[in-house]
């Protein structure tokens, strides 16, 4: 099989990622809705295009989103959703969503996403590689205030920002950070992570985040509340655990190198060999195969491999963008065979 297109992955799988080897990404979501209006929910249609253009106006109006682009939901086509929610540049929410009176808008290395008339009039996301809180904060926040120079957010001085979702009340913060916590979870050392998590007011979610599952051990952990610290307190909480979380899957890829190196090299060899060689290749499969080889390149079993390329391998295999890729339909026996096909051809000069 033939790739018949190509496509750039998002800047924040290229860029050089702190703590990279096993922090993926971090994420700082804004919820924000305009004095005057209801929640998106309960807007009528000429409401819900008046806060389209409010935000539409604001943004093209403004030198500071010149790298911007803006497209109504209603223009993008099914799978183009698809890859932008596998980008992690739209939720799984706005996904699904009628693409009537709804906006998105995102800068070119699709880094930096506001999208309108989700659960929120205003969803304002800023994800980075790695580990890197505080600047992808330091960004939002940027990026709020300038926003907030033409536009009126419904606030309360006693609340906060007002919010659709009572969780969000207060800062509208959401902040986030995607771990592969492989070693964790094949040590059996993971049972207790969420309670721990929950003891700091923090939650753990799969890799799409709130009503998602985990795969290939990826994770996120996020803050639950808005109202119960400062923005600065939030994220330092967050980092906090964050790194106390990433020190414990070091210390478990360690034991796994050193106390059971035999059976952890033989998976590690094995789920390569498959990579390497498959005719056929689900999603599931490739995701669980792909968290090893990856903890192998991390800890050194097996020879190194730029992030860049990892994180290219990690999202080119996703169903829509094996679609896009391949100009595939919906066929999973197709999807499967040419998931297979990549993974053999970015492989093949890998030697190990």
Request: overall charge negative.
């Amino acid at each position: 099989m033939k790739v018949k297109k190509t496509r750039e992955i998002p800047r924040w799988l290229e860029d050089p990622a702190p703590v990279g080897d096993v922090a993926i990404s971090s994420r700082v979501r804004l919820a924000r809705n305009l004095e005057g209006y209801c929640f998106p929910h309960k807007l009528s249609r000429d409401d819900r295009d008046s806060v389209i253009n409010n935000f539409r106006n604001a943004i093209l109006s403004n030198p500071f989103f010149q790298d911007y682009q803006w497209r109504d939901l209603s223009e993008l086509s099914p799978l183009e959703r698809l890859i932008m929610q596998e980008e992690h540049l739209i939720s799984p929410a706005f996904l699904t969503m009628s693409g009537s009176g709804r906006g998105l808008a995102y800068n070119s290395g699709r880094t930096e996403s506001l999208m309108i008339n989700e659960e929120d009039h205003l969803r304002l996301q800023i994800i980075a590689g790695g580990l890197d809180l505080k600047r992808t904060w330091e960004r939002a926040n940027e990026t709020d205030d300038e926003l907030e120079k033409s536009l009126n957010y419904a606030f309360s001085t006693d609340f906060g920002y007002k919010t659709a979702c009572p969780t969000n009340m207060g800062t509208g913060l959401r902040a986030s950070v995607m771990l592969h916590l492989c070693a964790l979870f094949t040590t059996g050392n993971a049972g207790n992570l969420a309670e721990y998590a929950s003891g700091f007011g923090l939650t753990i979610r799969g890799i799409f985040g709130e009503g998602t599952g985990a795969s290939g051990h990826l994770f996120q952990i996020s803050n639950q509340f808005g109202i119960t610290n400062t923005e600065d307190e939030t994220i330092s909480k967050l980092e906090r655990f964050a790194r106390e979380v990433i020190d414990r899957e070091r210390n478990a890829r360690e034991m796994l190198v050193f106390e059971r190196k035999n059976i952890t090299e033989d998976r590690i060899f094995r789920d390569l060999a498959v990579l390497k060689s498959a005719r056929l290749l689900n999603i599931n499969e490739f995701m669980e195969r792909f968290s090893y080889f990856r903890m192998g390149v991390e800890t050194g079993i097996l020879p190194p491999m730029s992030r860049s390329t990892l994180n290219k391998i990690l999202i080119f295999s996703r169903p829509a963008y094996i679609c896009y890729l391949y100009g595939l339909d919906e066929n999973i026996e197709k999807q499967d065979k040419a998931r297979a096909a990549l993974l053999r051809e970015m492989l093949q000069d890998y030697n190990a």
